[in-house]
């Protein structure tokens, strides 16, 4: 009975990290250096032959990029399949943070609504205050009240100072390993309305970077011509 022939995969040998033939090649390219710096030139046959060892340096050179270049190739193509597979595994992770984030932002934005709501509920309140104080100022000095005339249009001044004064103080959203915070983004940009500089910050051409920081400064107040932009919510998460 014939015994079966095994093929053995034979593995090139490797001395302290390299193979025996990087080996030899390092022993020959230290060898060229050494042999290199004892070159001296005193006649044309001395150029000549420096000028032969020059290009044997070369071809050494290229001997070596020839050897390494399957390995890099491998390694490349190798740490390429690495990246994508990488990424197809992330990209359900990210999809889930995107989702995270926009459900949470929602969240986050309903209370920033809410809590201008309020605020503006309050300043209407404060303005219709004034008004009733400024109305009462003006049938007092009619009805020969001065001095209680007077009184009322000061309280009328104070509560209408108040009424652009008004703040709500944002709700405490906090959650461990999250943070939220609101900005803002431009949505439209009509290049024939922007101004050359505003606030004394030149924005032309059409700097979207410079005209955020004059948006982000304002809190959300300012009005720049030929732009538009909201509020939204950004959020984070810590490992």
């Not at 032959?49 to 020839?66: M, T, V």
């Not at 609504?113 to 300043?123: D, I, T, Y």
């Not at 652009?164 to 900005?183: F, L, Y």
Request: charged share 30%; net charge negative; glycine share 4%.
């Amino acid at each position: 009975m014939e015994q079966e022939e095994q093929v053995v995969a034979v593995l090139p040998e490797v001395v302290e990290g390299k193979t025996v033939a990087e080996a030899e090649m390092s022993k020959e390219v230290t060898a060229v250096e050494a042999q290199a710096g004892q070159i001296t030139i005193a006649s044309q046959s001395d150029y000549e032959q420096a000028a032969a060892f020059g290009r044997l340096i070369k071809q050494k050179s290229a001997q070596i990029i020839d050897f390494f270049a399957p390995m890099k190739k491998a390694a490349h193509e190798a740490h390429q399949n690495i990246c994508t597979r990488e990424k197809e595994m992330l990209a359900p992770l990210i999809s889930a943070e995107k989702t995270v984030k926009q459900i949470m932002g929602d969240y986050v934005m309903e209370q920033e609504r809410k809590r201008r709501e309020e605020e503006e509920r309050l300043k209407r309140l404060a303005e219709e205050e004034a008004e009733k104080k400024l109305q009462e100022a003006m049938e007092l000095e009619a009805s020969g009240q001065a001095d209680a005339a007077e009184a009322a249009l000061m309280e009328a001044d104070i509560v209408d100072s108040a009424s652009r004064s008004v703040v709500v103080e944002a709700p405490k959203i906090k959650a461990d390993g999250a943070s939220s915070s609101i900005d803002w983004e431009i949505t439209v940009v009509d290049n024939s309305k922007v101004p050359v500089d505003f606030n004394g910050i030149c924005i032309r051409p059409v700097d979207t970077k410079a005209i955020i920081r004059l948006i982000r400064a304002s809190k959300g107040q300012i009005q720049i011509p030929g732009i538009q932009y909201k509020s939204v919510a950004k959020l984070s998460f810590r490992k």
